[in-house]
């Protein structure tokens, strides 16, 4: 499997930096869940007003009005092309993919965080900003700086 930082860029027409109505929030919210959940996807609802988030194996996208994002097995892309291309309340015009080294990075960090306890936070901007679970929640860390810590330690 050879994973990609992708994402999915969609147009999704009641929304421009905010939504039109609760009415047209949640149409797109359910149908975007139904699309993944039809292809074995697993949904996690969005958090405190943020965006949900859908997950197959070590696969994850952030699920924004104007863009789903995150890192998938490039086998994946298509079908989720073809699955998108059903929606009614948005439309997927374009797919933009990280290169591989980018990727992999992309990868390596998150798991290096997520074996330490690290999730990530903020609605609107999920990867900029992690936050340490457990007894010291109350800590958040930019990620720039434990990514140059990474890419030094792991990487380089």
């Known amino acids: 499997m050879a994973y990609r930082q992708v994402y999915f860029r969609i147009r999704t027409d009641c929304y421009n930096s905010g939504w039109t109505s609760d009415a047209d929030r949640t149409a797109f919210e359910k149908e975007s869940r139904r699309l993944f959940q039809e292809l074995g996807w697993t949904a996690t609802l969005g958090y405190n007003g943020g965006c949900d988030t859908v997950t197959m194996g070590q696969q994850d996208l952030?699920?924004?009005?104007?863009?789903f994002s995150g890192v998938i097995d490039e086998a994946s892309i298509q079908p989720l092309q073809?699955?998108?291309?059903?929606?009614?309340?948005?439309?997927?015009?374009?797919?933009?993919r990280a290169s591989a080294s980018?990727?992999?990075h992309h990868i390596i960090a998150r798991r290096t965080l997520e074996m330490w306890g690290f999730t990530r936070i903020g609605p609107q901007y999920p990867q900029s900003t992690i936050r340490l679970?457990?007894?010291?929640?109350?800590e958040a860390v930019p990620l720039a700086a434990l990514d140059q810590w990474l890419?030094?330690?792991y990487i380089n």
Do not use: I, M, N, W
């Not at 952030?62 to 863009?67: A, K, N, T, V």
């Not at 679970?133 to 109350?138: W, Y």
């Open 82 to 96: 073809e699955q998108l291309s059903k929606a009614r309340t948005f439309r997927c015009y374009h797919v933009d």
């Open 133 to 138: 679970t457990g007894s010291a929640a109350e």
């Open 151 to 153: 890419k030094f330690r």
């Open 62 to 67: 952030y699920l924004h009005p104007s863009s």
């Open 102 to 104: 980018h990727s992999a």
